[in-house]
Nanobody, 126 residues
Framework: QEQLVESGGGLVQAGGSVRLSCAAS????????MTWFRQAPRKEREFVAA??????????AYYADLVKGRFTISRQNANTVTLQMNSLKPEDTAVYLC?????????????????WGQGTQVTVSS
């Protein structure tokens, strides 16, 4: 059973930056899709950014329109993915969750993911 552990959340002022990290333990996830979702209070969980395997150690990156140009997802190694969040806005406040699955299709589809972390809180003050 894979375990995903997120870290790096906290309180930041609007316009600031935060870097989240997600580390997976267990098998090597080199060809897995690893993705960040977020869930704000009283809102549905939503897609933020994904990395899908391309070839060798190369990955594609995909972003939700709301974060494109501000957030950067990176695959540090087979089992670690980071999310650099810049120019943060109060509406980015949420619990950020890391998820992983074997296939690359439907990377924004929440039910398709096999493994989930517990999440890390990011709070952006105005």
């Amino acid at each position: 059973q894979e375990q995903l552990v997120e870290s790096g959340g906290g309180l930041v002022q609007a316009g600031g930056s935060v870097r989240l990290s997600c580390a997976a333990s267990g098998r090597t996830l080199s060809r897995y899709t690893m993705t960040w979702f977020r869930q704000a209070p009283r809102k549905e969980r939503e897609f933020v950014a994904a990395t899908t395997w391309s070839s060798g150690s190369n990955y594609f990156a995909y972003y939700a329109d709301l974060v494109k140009g501000r957030f950067t997802i990176s695959r540090q190694n087979a089992n670690t993915v980071t999310l650099q969040m810049n120019s943060l806005k109060p509406e980015d406040t949420a619990v950020y969750l890391c998820a992983a699955k074997q296939d690359s299709g439907g990377y924004s589809s929440i039910p398709s993911y096999d493994y989930w972390g517990q999440g890390t809180q990011v709070t952006v003050s105005s």
